[in-house]
T-cell receptor, first 113, second 117 residues
């Protein structure tokens, strides 16, 4: 079973539309949560991360994510997307006691101008 | 510039050939990782090294070997390349962000695009 699930494989939006990308994980216990972005032909860049505290975290470029522990979710949001947000987005989870990151399969976002 | 450096950036191999992908980080990180990225599959862990002198298998280790040569370098070797190993390979290292708490940040290299024909 997939340990980190990203529900949408492809998302197409128009500029100025709002974005929400889903991420769920299946681990119990303490987790660290990450969202990475990969622009075409580039390597992974960190958008934001959650370790503890306020479950609403803000990242770069206007992105934010909310950790809902009871739902094992860490959804990524942006109120108004831009054409330059066209990229692939990956959710990743680090379990307490483990040093490795487990990634979801990614969501390809295409923003049309 | 500080970061994770991978070489080469591109490589084409014939089936059965061998090669080593190099990775080096200059951030004094203890832990290093090799992932492969395939369309629709996300990133999958091949091998990792929690510290100098140790290596462990990840999710997809078959067909690969690794060497943690020293704290800076973590290489990935394909002894006999197969078309199924066509992929983009990413190396990463991990740093502790908070001395008192288990919060870690991961830095990724720019990737090696490998094609096996």
């Amino acid at each position: 079973a997939q340990s980190v699930s990203q529900h949408n494989h492809h998302v197409i939006l128009s500029e100025a539309a709002s974005l929400e990308l889903g991420c769920n994980y299946s681990y119990g216990g303490t987790v660290n949560l990450f969202w990475y972005v990969q622009y075409p032909g580039q390597h992974l860049q960190l958008l934001l991360k959650y370790f503890s505290g306020d479950p609403l975290v803000k990242g770069i470029k206007g992105f934010e994510a909310e950790f809902i522990k009871s739902k094992f979710s860490f959804n990524l949001r942006k109120p108004s997307v831009q054409w330059s947000d066209t990229a692939e987005y990956f959710c990743a989870v680090k379990r307490s006691g483990y040093s490795t990151l487990t990634f979801g399969k990614g969501t390809m976002l295409l923003v049309s101008p | 510039n500080a970061g994770v450096t991978q070489t080469p950036k591109f490589q084409v191999l014939k089936t059965g050939q061998s090669m080593t992908l190099q990775c080096a980080q200059d951030m004094n990180h203890n832990s290093m990782y090799w992932y492969r990225q395939d369309p629709g599959m996300g990133l999958r862990l091949i091998y990792y090294s929690a510290s100098e002198g140790t290596t462990d298998k990840g999710e997809v280790p078959n067909g690969y070997n690794v060497s943690r040569l020293n704290k800076r370098e973590f290489s990935l070797r394909l002894e006999s390349a197969a078309p199924s190993q066509t992929s983009v390979y990413f190396c990463a290292s991990r740093a502790r962000l908070d001395r008192g708490r288990p919060f870690y940040g991961y830095t990724f290299g720019s990737g090696t695009r490998l094609t096996v024909v």
